[in-house]
């Protein structure tokens, strides 16, 4: 904590230097420079007391000069002011020790579920929760007549919602600007990583095949959004199952339920229920980076905060399928590019593992 004291203290200095125009005027009022030392100086009163399973911030009360110091909630909204007026000081102080305010260390992703099946109504369904953001796919399969170009291929449809419930930042009436940019993202990281093979969809070449509409729902939107709708995506497929088929005399395909299939008088065109071969299966990871630190799986606060932020996905076969920045600052080395990367497999490797679980529950129910 020494340390951390030390450090702040330099970087107080260093604010009033910067603070100050060639010929000595401040660059903005001396008050203001005040109350963010004030509040500077609660924020140095927090010791962090990190083990494996927990992290507390706790005040530390000072008796100088006989006098009490303040009570621990006063100080909590002292900290929460600054955060709020002043966020990258805030989290400045938090870099030099290599800790986020949620605890996390800054290459920790936060927990992830999945539950697979969660929609009964839909041919394939996934809930997958990252910390606080947590997202809803379901897959509707229906027979289309596909095109002449691809006699023998499926499609697949994105939509990505985002509803006033998942954010403050959503307004009623007014779609997200962002939402059609991920169901984009989405559409365009599921074809190239060539994840779901579209013949598999195909049930008559020429004449019927299946469209696959995968529909996701942000039900809580705090940061990575493109990574848990990319999980929930690959999961809902991952539970997918193609339904029972049967042609008619005239040559209309229909679904046929499990009640039907013993009942029905015209052949099947799948004999049983089955589930897509995936391959080549993609995971994503976003960062965010403010000079030299990189902060994985950001949430929302620091999504806006940091000047940088990048998101990559990577297949299971270590393949790079995408790299997508949004405007910010420039990276400022291609080291920092390779340690994104470096973080990417790693957290690959993580969401294979928890997505490899899930289907094991599944099974095992």
Known sequence: ??????????????????????????????SQLSTLNSFSHSLLKFTARRTPTSYQMETTQTTEGGGGGATGIAAQME????????P????KRHLLESVRPDARALDYARDTTISLGPVASADGSALVKIGET???????????TPSKERP????IVVEFYMPPICSPMVRPGRPAEVAPVISKQLLDVIRSSGMVNLKELCLISGKASWIAYLDIYCLNA???????????????????QIPLVSVTEEGRV????????????????NKEKRKLSLSSIPFPLTCVIHEDYILVDPTAEEETVMETSITLVLDTLGNLVSIYKPGGVGLASTEIMKECITRTKRRMQELKTILEESVSVMEVD
């Open 152 to 155: 023998d291929e499926g499609s």
């Open 254 to 269: 229909f679904t046929v339920s499990s009640e039907q299939e013993e009942k029905t008088k015209f052949e099947l065109v």
């Open 134 to 144: 947590a997202m809803l796919a379901a897959i509707k399969l229906e027979v289309m």
């Open 222 to 240: 705090d940061g990575s959004l493109f990574d848990a709708a990319l999980l929930s995506a690959v999961a809902a497929f991952t539970h997918l």
């Open 79 to 86: 900290v929460e002011a600054f955060r709020r007026l002043f």
């Open 1 to 30: 904590m020494g340390l951390l004291i030390s450090k702040l203290a330099h970087y107080n200095q260093a604010q009033k230097k910067q603070n100050k125009t060639k010929n000595g005027t401040p660059k903005v009022p001396s």
């Open 88 to 91: 990258l000081p805030f989290y």
